[in-house]
Antibody, heavy 121, light 108 residues
Framework: EVQLVESGGGLVQPGGSLRLSCAASGFIFRSYWMSWVRQAPGKGLEWVASIKEDGSQKNYVDSVMGRFTISRDNARNSLYLQMNSLRAEDTAIYYCTRDIVLATAIWFDYWGQGTLVTVPS | SSELTQDPAVSVALGQTVRITCQGDSLRDYYVSWYQQKPGQAPTLVIYAKTNRPSGIPHRFSGSSSGDTASLTISGAQAEDEADYYC???????????FGGGTKLTVL
C-alpha cells in the first residue's frame, strides 16, 4: 500500500525557516518524480515544486523560486522541502505527492494527508 | 504562464448527470487530470490523462476533452460525490504544473 506521511509543519514567524519531510513507503521511491502541492485555508490547490527521480531536475512555482528548495534522499525514501524567508502568503497545508510524468501530462496519483504551515501576518 | 478556468460552483439533482468544465490554452497541448476533495481530506485522483479512471473510482466518473476545454462528467450523481473538484495539467512552458481554481459540486 502506497503511503506518504508528511511532517515538520508548524507556526513560524515571517522571515523564518522550516523544513518539511515526507516519508514514502509501499512503492519504489527512486522510480518516481515527487512534488509538493499546497492549499491555503479555504483556497484551491497550488503546485509548489517537483523533483525528478534522481534529483537531477527540480521545478518551482515562481512565487517560491529562490526561497524554497526541494530535495530527496532515495536511500531513506524521503522527500523534503526547505522553506526560507517565509511569508504570510505561504500559510497553507502542504501535501506530498507521487507523480506520474509523461511528455504530454503530469498527474498526482497519491497524496499524503498534509502538514500545516502557519506564518502569521 | 497559463491558467485553467473552472466554474466556482455547480449543482446537480441526485441521480442526474453533471458536467464540470476546465478551460485553458495549455489543454490544447497537454492532457488534463481531475481530483476530488472532500472537506478535511486530501485530494483524490479521479481521472488522469484526459479519459482514464484509476482503479477504485466508480464508472459514473468519466473525462473528455476538445480543443481548450476538458470536462469531468458524473453520470448519476450520488450524495457522496458532493465535493470540490480540481483539474490540472502542465502549463504552456511544459515545466510547471497548474491547477484550476476548483468547482464546488452540490448534490441536491
Amino acid at each position: 500500500e502506497v503511503q506518504l506521511v508528511e511532517s515538520g509543519g508548524g507556526l513560524v514567524q515571517p522571515g523564518g525557516s522550516l523544513r518539511l519531510s515526507c516519508a514514502a513507503s509501499g512503492f519504489i521511491f527512486r522510480s518516481y518524480w515527487m512534488s509538493w502541492v499546497r492549499q491555503a485555508p479555504g483556497k484551491g490547490l497550488e503546485w509548489v515544486a517537483s523533483i525528478k527521480e534522481d534529483g537531477s531536475q527540480k521545478n518551482y512555482v515562481d512565487s517560491v523560486m529562490g526561497r524554497f528548495t526541494i530535495s530527496r534522499d532515495n536511500a531513506r525514501n524521503s522527500l523534503y522541502l526547505q522553506m526560507n524567508s517565509l511569508r504570510a502568503e505561504d500559510t497553507a497545508i502542504y501535501y506530498c505527492t507521487r507523480d506520474i510524468v509523461l511528455a504530454t501530462a503530469i498527474w498526482f496519483d497519491y497524496w499524503g494527508q498534509g502538514t500545516l504551515v502557519t506564518v502569521p501576518s | 504562464s497559463s491558467e485553467l478556468t473552472q466554474d466556482p460552483a455547480v449543482s446537480v439533482a441526485l441521480g442526474q448527470t453533471v458536467r464540470i468544465t476546465c478551460q485553458g490554452d495549455s489543454l490544447r497541448d497537454y492532457y488534463v487530470s481531475w481530483y476530488q476533495q472532500k472537506p478535511g481530506q486530501a485530494p483524490t485522483l479521479v481521472i488522469y490523462a484526459k479519459t482514464n479512471r484509476p482503479s477504485g473510482i466508480p464508472h459514473r466518473f468519466s473525462g473528455s476533452s476538445s480543443g481548450d476545454t476538458a470536462s469531468l462528467t458524473i453520470s448519476g450523481a450520488q450524495a457522496e460525490d458532493e465535493a470540490d473538484y480540481y483539474c490540472n495539467s502542465r502549463d504552456s512552458s511544459g515545466d510547471h504544473v497548474i491547477f484550476g481554481g476548483g468547482t464546488k459540486l452540490t448534490v441536491l
